[in-house]
Nanobody, 125 residues
């Protein structure tokens, strides 16, 4: 049973924008904080953004702060990642994740409860 379904990846030139979407089952969306990780070839999966169930807590690493914006729409059980000012180093597979908020605070991939299938983002220079 598919729990998280992502969309919105693609190829974009440096400086461009993309918006990723992740639709979750209602049970997951109402239970967990939601977030995004990414993994580039040959690198470990890294934290990108997180938002609490209420939307009151939002967190980003310095590498994307000011360029990426995470949001959630409870009516649609959907979390979004708006990415602007994209750089070639943002190229990676982006994964939607659902987990307790603490997991995102410590940015630990091993305690994520649910993962999406991943969507490729490629930024050309």
């Amino acid at each position: 049973q598919v729990q998280l379904v992502e969309s919105g990846g693609g190829l974009v030139q440096a400086g461009g924008s993309l918006r990723l979407s992740c639709v979750a089952s209602g049970r997951i969306f109402s239970t967990y904080a939601m977030g995004w990780f990414r993994q580039a070839p040959g690198k470990e999966r890294e934290f990108v953004a997180a938002i609490s169930g209420s939307g009151g807590f939002i967190n980003y690493p310095d590498s994307v702060k000011g360029r990426f914006t995470i949001s959630r729409d409870s009516a649609k059980n959907t979390v979004y990642l708006q990415m602007t000012g994209l750089k070639p180093e943002d190229t990676a597979v982006y994964y939607c994740a659902a987990a307790p908020l603490a997991t995102f605070i410590v940015r630990r991939t091993t305690t994520v409860n649910y993962w999406g299938q991943g969507t490729q983002v490629t930024v050309s220079s």
